[in-house]
């Protein structure tokens, strides 16, 4: 009963079809191809590669469709699937160009087998994308989920957002670190970000009266260096984010595009509306469902019988949105009291304003992208112009 029984492979695939079906398992070194041709039987063929081998990648499809005529008299387009990863998407778009239909799926929505402990190799990793590839291809829903990949444009413009949330973090880690020394010290009311700090980093006396270590001192002063060059690139990029929404807003003046729509809104900066228009808005999804699970802001819940209960959000999806809706939803409250989202919150917060805030993120979402696509306004909302 655990055994794929064969079936009419070749007929299907050669009328159904009409393609020969390959799969990509990228690596740093190799590729290994997987493939199911036309008049081959159910074999899969293997071949490998060299990583980035764009000519010999080619050379072999190439090798494949002249064994596939061989073999029935006709010729077939080429179909891949890869795994969204390290690779991003630049392969993708050489197979576009080359006329070739290329798909790049979650890996993490592959079914796998849970009866026993899983073996993985490069070759069943293969056989399991083109197994799922076949099944996406027959139409089977939610078989597997294959990823939007955005345009070289789009992808570019969210280095902007991604860039400033790393620099931020690595500030944090070293105010933290220059606080923590401090503390050890006896000295609890050092502020590294303000603008005397090198000025009061001389005058400081450790809590038992003494000047501080030479060593400690050297040590903070090349940490407030590093600090330094972070704010002076973190000035950088928000100066870059503020040139692309000026530009956009200048270029989408009287339209209805996204990123104008977004920053009319009162409670939302521009690091907001740039995150939310360049991880989220700048695809299509066909329903609320959609938006909510590409956030991971999508209930979990579990139903058997008589046992209902939630797990809470999947946190599956995108995780800078997510984290950023929430930040968002604590701000609507404050900026937005009058909306009918604030008021749902409040009528609903003794529930628990943590469980709550999210389920207010995930409506929250769904009204901007409702906002933003079909114009349909926030009930309560104030526009800046309006403030």
Not at 4 to 24: E, K, M, N
Not at 177 to 186: C, H, S, T, V
Not at 203 to 228: F, V
Request: include cysteine.
């Amino acid at each position: 009963m655990l055994l794929d029984h064969p079936s009419d492979g070749p007929t299907a695939i050669r009328t159904q079809f009409g393609a020969i079906f390959v799969s990509l398992e990228l690596s740093r070194s190799t590729w290994l191809i997987t493939s199911l041709s036309p008049g081959n039987g159910e074999k899969m063929s293997r071949h490998s590669v060299s990583a980035s081998d764009t000519a010999e990648l080619m050379k072999l499809f190439s090798e494949l469709k002249r064994k596939a005529m061989a073999r029935t008299g006709q010729t077939y387009p080429i179909i891949t699937i890869q795994e969204a990863g390290l690779e991003g998407f630049w392969l993708h778009r050489v197979m576009r160009q080359e006329g070739i239909e290329s798909h790049v799926v979650d890996p993490a929505s592959i079914a796998t087998s849970r009866r026993r402990r899983r073996a993985k190799t490069d070759r069943l990793d293969g056989e399991a994308l083109l197994r799922a590839l076949l099944a996406y291809k027959r139409g089977e829903p939610r078989v597997c989920a294959m990823v939007a990949a955005p345009s070289p444009e789009e992808e570019d413009r969210r280095r902007l957002s991604r860039e400033r949330r790393t620099l931020i973090a690595e500030r944090i880690e070293h105010v933290n670190r220059i606080k923590g020394l401090l503390f050890a010290q006896g000295i609890s009311d050092y502020v590294p970000l303000r603008q005397n700090r090198r000025i009061r980093l001389a005058a400081l006396q450790t809590g038992d009266g003494r000047e501080l270590p030479a060593h400690l001192k050297a040590q903070i002063s090349r940490e407030l260096d590093r600090l330094e060059l972070l704010l002076t690139q973190i000035k950088a990029v928000e100066a870059e984010q503020d040139a692309l929404l000026a530009a956009a807003a200048k270029f989408e003046s009287g339209t209805t595009e996204p990123v104008a729509m977004l920053s009319a809104l009162k409670a939302m900066g521009p690091n907001f509306a740039i995150i939310l228009w360049s991880e989220a808005f700048y695809r299509q999804f066909s329903n609320r469902r959609q938006i909510a699970a590409y956030a991971g802001l999508a209930a979990t819940p579990w139903r058997s019988g008589g046992i209902e209960r939630e797990q809470g959000v999947s946190k599956a999806g995108n995780p800078r949105l997510r984290t950023t809706m929430i930040q968002l939803a604590w701000l609507w409250v404050r900026h937005q009291p009058k909306s009918a989202l604030t008021l749902w919150f409040k009528a609903n917060s003794q529930r628990g304003s943590k469980r709550m805030i999210v389920a207010l993120a995930r409506k929250l979402l769904v009204a901007l992208w409702k906002y933003v696509t079909h114009g349909v306004v926030i009930e309560g909302a104030v526009m800046k112009s309006a403030a």
